[in-house]
């Protein structure tokens, strides 16, 4: 029997036996529902408040990033990058310089490795924390939220340390940092490591074993494994369903390999799993940053490829050498060898994908994000068929699907 | 390469007779593969542990003749944790590939969206149509003959920015 006719079967069969008053009613859930955070659309069939079906519309923030990429030299490609998953920017901007390291063949110095995966976790423990202070918020416990939402503020803080930047953060860029950590970073970052935890606990005595919020949550929005795997769905999602699968482990970059840290995966796949798998990523994100912090290597916040990482600004204007590159390197006239690469990094959301193709121009002939929001999203009809309206908002919020990723 | 990547490949070669191979220079297992071919290598795969289908796109190249059009598949053995890329050359007078709708569910959208951007047609897809794109949109945007600004523009010069 084909996905469809099952689908048709269990509404059938949903429509007869637990109908309510056997009125079927069309309602539009969004695109600018309270109740959803992001533009997205799904009109519902629903009896009472049982959902018989949702038909999903997306694509109303589409920004055409890759047609956009296709005119732009790689350097200027990070902004767009950070438009695609928010609440986590540095993952994204990262994941293209590593992507773009990987077509020209530069090794990074370890210390810019760690430095990465510092902040890469910091924005991991973001980008978890909207997604489960909003859980929270969405079961009723709106306190959590405020004070979580403080942490985050404070990862925005020490961001700003190194790039000047909160949201969109752009940090970093081909081939490193354009600046070394700075003793005001290292400040708030120990602060960070030295307060957060005890905040986080407090936030995970709140809901963690709350009678009232496993009883929200527990089986609320299931998945299999296997249906996971088939939808290819990614990161905590999948995690959540009890698949082990982490690019970090699989296919480690930045140095992942030099780490201790465990995944956490979950049995039922159902909105409480995914919840306890994000906090307890949020906690290996914190060993992942404590061990990189005590161990740091020596060296160069930047690799030694100067056709692609600016020279020091105070060199532009003594050094012919440096004037031409810097010319060069902003005008996109270095040589890129042509080539095709994917790679992935351990996005918020879990595998976020770059294949890119250069055919030697100073901009991506192709450029394609494969974006976990995107491809997991189209599970959300079938996940919620059949349970409540309420669930189906719960259920969306715990998926943590981000418009901006979503629509590219 | 891997005692299990060597056999896929010596596997996928001998059993699609129209493939051929190549490992790039930065260690990708690439196969070229045929439209006829396409939807039973996949499946062949699925059946030896290539579980997950990691990505489907399309690029467009207007200058190769008669391969204007190229599907490409990502997809992950986990268990081995092998990754390999499949990818189909389509002439612009027949851009029809069948779908991996009925393989994987999470094709759908994946093949959505190539259909929207580069009106490639996935045979045996249940819903093809735009994804992201308006609606009652008349033409496939990614195509290389749509460039991004206004060509009538006189006011600026492009020799020496942009592509």
């Known amino acids: 029997m084909s996905e469809l006719e099952l689908q048709n079967k269990k509404v059938a069969a949903l429509a007869s036996t637990e109908t309510i008053d056997g009125e079927i009613a069309t309602l539009n859930l969004g695109p600018t529902h309270p109740a959803t955070h992001g533009i997205f659309q799904n ?43 928010y609440c986590s920017s540095p993952i994204n901007n990262m994941g293209w310089h590593m992507t773009v390291e990987k077509l020209i063949g530069a090794e990074m110095p370890k210390r810019v490795d760690y430095m990465r995966v ?60 354009d600046r070394d950590f700075n003793k005001e970073f290292i400040t708030k970052l120990r602060a960070f490591l030295k307060e957060f935890p005890k905040k986080f606990d407090e ?38 369903a009890g698949v082990d699968y982490d690019v970090r482990v699989m296919k480690p970059y930045s140095s992942y390999q030099d780490f201790d840290f465990t995944i956490p995966v979950g049995n039922d796949g159902d909105t409480y799993d995914r919840f306890m798998v994000r906090q307890q990523e949020i906690r290996e994100s914190l060993k992942i940053i404590t061990q990189a912090l005590e161990n740091m290597p020596e ?55 770059y294949y890119l193709v250069s055919d030697g121009g100073r901009t991506p002939y192709r450029l394609h994000f494969r974006r976990p929001c995107f491809i997991y999203y189209q599970a959300y009809p079938e996940m919620i068929t059949g349970s409540l309206l309420s669930d189906a908002i719960l259920t969306m919020s715990s998926m943590n699907v981000i418009a901006g990723e979503l629509d590219a | 390469m891997s005692e299990f990547a060597n056999t896929i490949k010596d596997s996928l070669l001998e059993k699609f007779t129209k493939t051929s191979y190549e490992l790039d220079g930065y260690g990708e297992h690439n196969f070229f593969m045929s ?13 030896n542990g290539f579980i997950y289908l990691t990505d489907i796109t399309g690029s467009h190249y207007p200058e190769k003749e008669g391969a204007e059009f190229q599907v490409v598949y990502h997809i992950h053995n986990l268990s081995e944790n092998l990754r ?14 069948p779908s991996m709708t009925d393989l994987f569910a999470g094709a759908n959208w994946m093949e959505r969206e190539t259909f929207d951007f580069f009106g490639i047609i996935f045979e045996g897809h249940p819903n093809l149509t735009r994804i992201l794109n308006v609606d009652d949109m008349d033409y496939h945007p990614m195509k290389k003959e749509y ?17």
């Open chain 1, 43 to 85: 009109i519902l069939q629903v009896d009472g408040e049982r959902i018989l079906s949702a038909e999903q519309t997306v694509g109303y923030i589409h920004r055409a990033f890759e047609k956009l990429a296709e005119r732009r030299p790689y350097n200027q490609i990070t902004p767009i990058t950070d438009r695609l998953n």
């Open chain 1, 118 to 177: 510092i902040v890469m976790e910091l924005a991991r423990i973001a980008d978890h924390l909207v997604c489960n202070s909003v859980i929270g918020v969405d079961t009723g416990a709106l306190t959590g939220f405020t004070y979580m939402f403080q942490e985050r503020e404070k990862i925005y803080d020490i961001y700003e340390e190194i790039c000047g930047a909160r949201l969109t953060t752009n940090v970093g860029r081909i081939g490193g940092f």
């Open chain 1, 203 to 240: 936030f995970g005595a709140l809901l963690e074993r709350n009678r009232i919020f496993m009883d929200r949550t527990i089986g609320a929005g299931p998945i299999t494994a296997e249906r996971a795997l088939s939808y290819s769905f990614a990161g905590p999602n999948l995690r959540a």
């Open chain 1, 299 to 353: 060296g160069d916040y930047h690799a030694d490829i100067p056709s692609f990482y600016l020279p020091p600004k105070e060199e532009v204007y003594s050094s012919m050498e440096a004037l031409i590159y810097h010319f060069k390197i902003v005008m996109g006239e270095t040589p890129i060898p042509a080539g095709e690469v994917y790679h992935s990094v351990e996005g918020g959301n879990g595998e976020l994908g």
């Open chain 2, 35 to 47: 439209q006829d071919e396409i939807h039973p290598a996949i499946e062949f795969l699925k059946n």
């Open chain 2, 84 to 97: 390999i890329r499949l990818k189909v050359d389509l002439s612009e007078k027949d851009v029809h590939v």
């Open chain 2, 147 to 163: 460039a991004l600004e206004d060509e009538t523009r006189t006011d600026k010069d492009d020799t020496f920015f942009g592509r």
